[in-house]
């Protein structure tokens, strides 16, 4: 059965077979079921308790070394109702490398090239990073110039390249890699919202907080009901 309004984890990790560091955690925005390349996400994660982030990072690490795996690791992880899911474990670098790099400064793509090459993470003496700041990795998505896109986001990546917005406060992260994809937003006029019957309960909060940001609503038939 599909998990619903489940969310998801981004894990990389790097590996030697015998010790597994966790490069990075990333809380997608999006929902899981949106792939992972059309999501947006955090690192840190922003609202996942530290009892499922040691699971995560024990998760990984089992993971890693029962996998023999020597170099980059990425996992995806689906959080429901406080209990974690595997959805897929690839055992090679992801397209997250570089985001998770520019976020803790740490040359992850070197330092494991470096241990594929047969230096263990001891000898190398590489350290987990866990940034005081947040990082958003935003979806630079093609819907201007090919008009005729689907623009419901789906397990089916339609994105063609990537942004990232970095501040001590997760909110002005997230504007930031906004504007860095090119997204304009508006501080006045009127919001189009129309949702699921799945949907609509939890709709209506934030359109009470468009309200008073002094935004008019205008909405569906069943929505607007």
Request: hydrophobic share 40%; glycine share 8%.
């Amino acid at each position: 059965k599909y998990l619903s309004n489940a969310v998801e984890i981004d894990v990389d990790g790097l590996s030697d077979g015998k010790q597994c560091l966790i490069a990075g955690i990333m809380q997608h925005i999006e929902q899981a079921g949106v792939h992972s390349g059309d999501s947006a996400c955090c690192l840190p994660p922003y609202s996942i308790s530290n009892e499922l982030i040691d699971e995560i990072k024990e998760a990984t690490r089992k993971l890693a070394i029962n996998l023999n795996v020597k170099g980059l690791i990425n996992i995806q992880f689906a959080i429901k109702n406080e209990e974690l899911y595997v959805i897929e474990v690839n055992p090679r670098a992801s397209r997250t490398v570089p985001f998770v790099s520019k976020s803790t400064g740490v040359p992850w793509a070197k330092l494991a090239t470096k241990v594929i090459l047969g230096k263990s993470i001891e000898e190398l003496n590489i350290k987990e990073v866990w940034p005081t700041h947040y990082s958003i990795k935003e979806a630079v998505l093609p819907f201007n110039k090919f008009p005729d896109v689907d623009i419901l986001l789906s397990p089916e990546m339609k994105s063609t390249g990537e942004s990232m917005g970095i501040d001590t406060d997760i909110n002005k992260a997230f504007y930031k890699s906004q504007i860095a994809a090119g997204q304009h937003l508006p501080s006045k006029g009127k919001v189009f919202i129309s949702v699921g019957d799945s949907d609509k309960e939890g709709i209506c909060n934030l359109s009470k907080k468009l309200v008073e940001l002094g935004f008019g609503i205008i909405a569906t038939e069943g929505t607007a009901k």
